[in-house]
């Protein structure tokens, strides 16, 4: 599947570059026997006059070396404005690709082998699209599995059937009204160009598309799930179409005896290939590994896409069957992470390219002239595409409005239709113009998809109103007076229930925060943290709101409204991985009896999870007066302050300090890699900060009075075993936000000199990855630190460790001194578990 090309383009911009142009170099010789092979008297210039052909030579590679120029140039200007605008890449390479075509301003000076190297972009998709089709992908697919095969099944046989079917009243009816050329009346006559086309039609852009989802909040709802599991479907479909359209075609072998010789080649030749490769890829990569070059395991790579592309050519396949088979070979690889990162680079830009060609492919002469065939093509297909997914997905369980968002956000064009038209064209079967007219018409379909999006939304809000007003859901409550009570509930008019909405309402029931919190899961089916709409018809589809309302009241040892909370408890805030290793140590030295510990938190999944494990947990902000007199708290005994953002962990001490009863104490938590350190919390009215670096836990424990004297020297030597950095980290020195003690306590503790951790600092800094906070997701962390592997490729298990390395408080971002200490701890890492 293809992910926004921003993903793909990494910042080593100049090694990305040098290793690109090296790759393209070998195909130099092809590209000058091609300007060759079109200048006249080529041959007497070949044979006769070595010299003329050392020029002729010299301006093919320099006119290459031109439109390399432009493509990066290109690729330089089209991701950032892309990403300013709020579009995918793909609508941006292919319109530079057009103002740089033939037909507007002609800067290719060597079109074929321009065109060339963007079918090697396609090689590198499909080989990325194998390495991608891991077993937990294909786990993915779920019970949307039949929903993408029976859209690509019933949309191929429509569109087929119907181009033939419709030619008798298409050519004597429509063509004459709208002067229909005769090379698009060629699609209602000929099978193979019907079923090129039929094939191309049923595909879909994941390029469009995945961004669409994401705006529009679909994609970990069923809406998205159900979309993106269409799309694999897709992905997976045009290995097998690449394969048979070829044969579709004619143009291999057609005897009975060459057939056979071809299907031999293909099945029993190809199938010794696959096999011989699946038993010595995993030995050449740990071999290649084991040098600790990551050139030659680049290299390796890149061998094992084009060769295995090379492979499948020799046996009577297309390459692109054969990259795609190579990156199948090497998904179970333990080296994969290590492999895609590799490649990424190489196929992001070639993928540009492939992209910018399309582009320079639009015809605009051919669009005018055939125009309203165009619009009327174009309309036709994404209706048909459309109505086949409506109908595919109701009987799968899918409610209406469901059903038409992703069939009307699916109906466009897809990326994978031109790779199909590529072969098409080089295989013989579409006439130049017709291919003209058919990008044309993919690439304005691709185009149309965010406007699709606004349409689905609507569609699917509309039928969501006819829903509601429909006669009743199961279980006795009526549709109409469902949606009131959701009405009633989502007091903030957002379209979702969020955890604080229900306790609100449910509280008033009587009802236990457990109870809720059980009730909050059980509604919340993709654990997005909200109740969305549908979410809501379903669970009361299953009698889950019947069930919560009559659970007795006080059942069980659920904390609720009625539960006990000391006036005097000690109060946590932030249920964050230190807020409960925090109240843990507190229940382990019997603190929190009575009612004597509450932890609050605004993340209604941690809340549930504190709720269902017996801990004292209220959903709400710590630092609020009123939250806090709401639940009877007067006087604290002590206030930890748990959060791990800096800014929360400020504004919740200065907060506290001023409506606290004087010489209540507020302890707070210092964290490493961050730039608010003790000073700055104990300016804002901590009574003490205690960093991470020591059991903090512990050592705040012992503040509380939580731990008796004899506990203290029992557990002294744990606490003292580390030291105590209580130092200020104001802003100073070489690195914002790291002192002088403090950098050299990092470079003992990750056993560098200060300039590597000061130089590390400025490419971390540089990172696209890195926000304007200095953090960095840790989603994004992997490709990041295999880009920046010190001791050659990295195996996926390594991988993991370094990510649980980087991330372990969950947090979902790290910063620098986080991602320091991987970046110099990672070697250091066994491959094995010891």
């Excluded at 008019?493 to 925060?513: K, M, Q």
Aim: glycine share 8%; net charge negative; with cysteine.
């Amino acid at each position: 599947m293809l992910p926004p090309f921003v993903d793909r383009l990494g910042p080593d911009t100049v090694s990305i570059t040098q290793s690109v142009v090296h790759t393209i170099s070998q195909g130099l010789a092809t590209a000058s026997d091609v300007v060759l092979s079109t200048t006249p008297d080529a041959a007497v210039l070949h044979d006769n006059n070595g010299a003329m052909h050392d020029v002729v030579t010299k301006d093919a590679l320099e006119s290459l070396g031109q439109d390399i120029l432009i493509f990066l140039a290109a690729t330089v200007a089209v991701v950032p404005l892309a990403k300013y605008f709020r579009v995918t890449p793909v609508l941006g390479f292919i319109a530079a690709g057009y103002f740089m075509g033939p037909y507007c301003l002609d800067a290719f000076a060597n079109k074929e082998a321009a065109f060339e190297l963007g079918d090697i972009g396609i090689l590198f998709l499909l080989f990325s699209e194998g390495l991608n089709l891991s077993p937990e992908r294909l786990k993915r697919l779920g019970a949307f599995g039949t929903l993408g095969v029976a859209q690509i099944l019933v949309s191929m046989s429509i569109f087929f059937f119907g181009l033939l079917l419709l030619e008798p009243i298409i050519l004597q009816y429509v063509a004459p009204i709208l002067q229909m050329d005769d090379y698009i009346e060629q699609i209602f006559e000929s099978p193979t160009l019907a079923f090129c086309i039929a094939s191309a039609g049923a595909l879909s852009s994941s390029a469009f598309v995945l961004p669409v989802l994401a705006e529009k909040g679909w994609k970990e709802k069923t809406e998205g799930i159900a979309a993106f599991s269409v799309l694999l479907l897709q992905d997976l479909a045009v290995a097998p179409l690449l394969v048979l359209l070829p044969l579709v075609a004619g143009s291999g072998p057609q005897s009975g005896t060459e057939l056979g010789i071809l299907a031999a080649k293909a099945t029993v030749g190809f199938g010794a290939v696959l096999y011989i490769g699946s038993v010595l890829l995993r030995y050449v990569f740990d071999a290649v590994a084991a040098a600790r070059s990551t050139e030659t395991f680049v290299a390796a790579a890149l061998l094992v896409a084009l060769g295995m592309g090379q492979a499948a050519d020799f046996l009577g396949l297309s390459a692109t069957t054969g990259a795609f088979a190579a990156g199948v070979l090497l998904a179970n690889n333990r080296y994969r992470a290590q492999i895609k990162a590799d490649v990424r680079p190489f196929e992001g830009i070639l993928l540009g390219i492939f992209f910018m060609t399309a582009g320079a492919s639009v015809d605009p002469a051919v669009v005018l002239e055939d125009l309203p065939t165009l619009i009327i093509g174009i309309t036709m297909f994404i209706a048909a595409k459309a109505i086949v997914l409506y109908g595919a997905s109701l009987p799968l369980g899918r409610t209406r409005a469901q059903a038409a968002r992703v069939a009307i956000t699916l109906s466009g064009g897809g990326e994978f239709s031109l790779v199909l038209f590529n072969l098409a064209r080089d295989l013989g079967v579409l006439p130049t113009e017709l291919y003209k007219f058919l990008v044309a018409t993919v690439i304005i379909s691709m185009a149309l998809t965010p406007f699709l999006g606004e349409i689905a939304q609507i569609t699917g809000e509309y039928l969501d109103r006819l829903d509601q007003s429909s006669e009743g859901a199961d279980g006795g409550v009526p549709l109409a007076e469902a949606m009131e009570l959701f009405a009633s509930i989502d007091t903030d008019d957002s379209g979702t229930i969020d955890f604080e909405e229900l306790r609100s309402a449910l509280v008033e029931r009587g009802l236990s925060y457990i109870s809720i919190a059980e009730f909050f899961v059980a509604f919340d089916t993709n654990g997005d943290g909200t109740i969305s709409k549908e979410e809501w018809l379903a669970g009361l589809e299953k009698g889950l709101l019947a069930s919560a309302l009559t659970v007795p009241s006080g059942e069980g040892d659920a904390v609720g409204p009625a539960a006990d909370i000391a006036p005097d408890a000690i109060v946590i805030c932030g249920y964050t991985e230190f807020g409960r290793k925090m109240f843990a140590v507190l229940k382990a030295s019997g603190a929190t009896r009575n009612g004597g510990v509450v932890a609050f938190d605004l993340n209604p999944s941690r809340v549930a999870a504190g709720l269902l494990s017996g801990d004292n947990v209220v959903f709400g902000d710590a630092a609020s007066p009123d939250l806090l007199r709401a639940a009877g708290i007067k006087s604290p005994k002590g206030v930890v302050i748990a959060f791990r953002s800096e800014a929360k962990r400020l504004d919740a001490t200065e907060r506290l300090r001023e409506w606290l009863p004087a010489g209540t104490p507020i302890y707070a938590r210092a964290v490493s890699g961050q730039l608010l350190g003790k000073t700055e919390l104990l300016e804002a009215g901590a009574t003490d900060v205690v960093s991470e670096r020591t059991e903090s836990a512990l050592r705040f424990a012992v503040l509380l009075g939580a731990i008796r004297e004899k506990d203290i020297a029992r557990l002294r030597p744990m606490i003292s075993s580390q030291r105590d950095l209580l130092s200020s980290m104001t802003l100073e020195a070489t690195i914002p936000g790291l002192p002088d003690d403090r950098l050299n306590d990092l470079t003992e503790e990750f056993n560098c000199s200060r300039k590597s951790l000061i130089n590390l600092y400025d490419v971390f800094t540089s990172l696209p990855e890195v926000n304007g906070e200095q953090f960095i997701e840790v989603k994004k962390l992997g490709d990041v630190m295999l880009r920046l592997s010190r001791d050659g490729p990295v195996n996926d298990d390594e991988l993991a460790k370094w990510m649980d390395l980087a991330d372990s408080e969950r947090g979902g971002k790290i910063s620098f001194i986080d991602f320091a200490r991987v970046y110099y701890k990672s070697i250091q890492i066994p491959t094995e578990p010891s």
